[in-house]
């Protein structure tokens, strides 16, 4: 059972690009060439997506595969599937790694747990302010830091890839 999505590489180095698409092609088992362009939200640095075909589980392989660069700011998503959840990725240089389970439309859902969680502090800590926890649980920091790189990649090409089985 395939599931699909993307990674979406809003902003990197130019010299930064051959390591992203090694380590992209390693996830997915086949030689990776993203389609790179400026990115102009970031001057001198360029940006990519590509569209990905492949076992669920992929899209946590991918993120994990991209975290460690520094410099790098991306996101990558995987579809809902049979017996899967979607799920997306997002990491920026100065926030590190942001994970949240995805809906059929691509919004976040936030467990029980975690909205008990943030009531629970909210409740129990005066200085804990529950609409900044309901704010980190929807990846509010995250989308602030990325809006401007996604509006610049609007038009972007994208390429299709399929994992070979």
Not at 31 to 47: E, L, N
Not at 133 to 149: H, I, T, V, Y
Request: hydrophobic share 40%; with cysteine.
């Amino acid at each position: 059972m395939a599931t699909r999505g993307v990674v979406y590489v809003h902003s990197a180095p130019p010299a930064l690009c051959p390591h992203v698409e090694w380590a992209v092609g390693g996830v997915l088992d086949v030689r990776v060439t993203f389609d790179w362009t400026p990115q102009p939200a970031a001057p001198g640095s360029v940006r990519a997506e590509l569209s990905w075909q492949a076992d669920p589980g992929t899209g946590s392989r991918l993120a994990s595969a991209l975290r460690d660069w520094a410099q790098l700011r991306f996101e990558v998503t995987e579809e809902p599937s049979a017996g899967a959840e979607g799920e997306r990725w997002s990491c920026t240089p100065s926030l590190g790694l942001f994970h949240a389970t995805t809906g059929v439309h691509g919004d976040i859902v936030v467990r029980e747990d975690r909205l008990r969680a943030a009531l629970a502090r909210a409740a129990t800590d005066p200085s804990t302010d529950i609409v900044q926890e309901m704010q980190a649980l929807l990846g509010k920091s995250w989308d602030d830091e990325l809006e401007a790189f996604r509006y610049a990649g609007d038009g972007a090409p994208v390429r299709w890839l399929h994992q070979v089985v």
